[in-house]
């Protein structure tokens, strides 16, 4: 119930075409749904995150579409450039569960110029 | 540059050093977060503490040994590692230990263990 999966596990795009991850979830209690963007040698950065009230968010190039009947939510980059290769990471988690996220295994995202 | 400030960069501790990792954040945040990461895994939960009390030890070997001096410090104590502890260590930091969107999670670049 506690599980988070993420597909695909890598993914190469060209310049400019859309980069699009998926994360499926079980646990409808889940109430905040993160995306984390890392690049080799640091450490996870929060990307773009969404509630479970709202079907879609969108900041710059970068969508979350969330879909709460299929359990099922996605990120989806426009526009995709070689400075966005990197791991991503989908997250969940649920207000009552203090302190625990719950990780998506990653893709790792390389954009060819 | 992350707010959440972790030295040293890199580590290499024999298996009968005894070193520590040090964890800083300047944002108010009241909950502070020990994570291992394995090369091309996520994060996984260790320790939490919130308002510098334990709240959460992942079933942790105690060769880890976590400390929070104060609101704005962890500390991660390291004695008589083994190889297999080698990875990337992560510190993050939230608003409260409920991380949501009001409280989203704030890694630091971490402390990249080797254990030899």
């Known amino acids: 119930q506690q599980q988070v999966k993420q597909s695909p596990q890598s993914l190469i795009v060209q310049k400019g075409g859309i980069s699009i991850i998926n994360c499926a979830y079980e646990?409808?209690?889940?109430?905040?749904f993160p995306w984390y963007q890392q690049f080799p040698g640091k450490g996870p950065a929060l990307l773009i995150a969404?509630?479970?009230?709202?079907s879609e968010k969108k900041e710059g190039r970068f969508t979350i579409s969330f879909n709460k009947s299929a359990k099922q939510f996605s990120l989806h980059i426009m526009d995709s450039q070689p400075g966005d290769s990197a791991t991503y990471f989908c997250?969940?988690?649920?207000?009552?569960?203090?302190?625990?996220?719950?990780f998506g295994d990653g893709t790792t995202l390389t954009v060819k110029p | 540059d992350t707010e959440v400030t972790q030295t040293p960069k890199h580590l290499v501790m024999g298996m009968t050093n005894k070193k520590s990792l040090k964890c800083e954040q300047h944002?108010?945040?009241?909950?502070m977060y020990w994570y291992k990461q394995k090369a091309k895994k996520p994060p996984e939960l260790m320790f939490v503490y919130s308002y510098e009390k334990l709240s959460i030890n992942e079933s942790v070997p105690s060769r880890f040994s976590p400390e929070c001096p104060n609101s704005s410090l962890l500390n991660l104590h390291l004695h008589a590692l083994q190889p297999e502890d080698s990875a990337l260590y992560l510190c993050?930091?939230?608003?409260?230990?409920?991380?949501?969107?009001?409280?989203?999670?704030?890694f630091g670049n971490g402390t990249r263990l080797t254990v030899t």
């Open positions: 646990n409808t209690a889940f109430d905040y």
């Open positions: 969404i509630r479970p009230d709202v």
């Open positions: 993050a930091s939230s608003h409260s230990n409920r991380v949501s969107y009001n409280s989203p999670l704030h």
């Open positions: 997250a969940a988690s649920r207000d009552t569960n203090a302190g625990k996220s719950t």
């Open positions: 944002m108010g945040h009241r909950a």
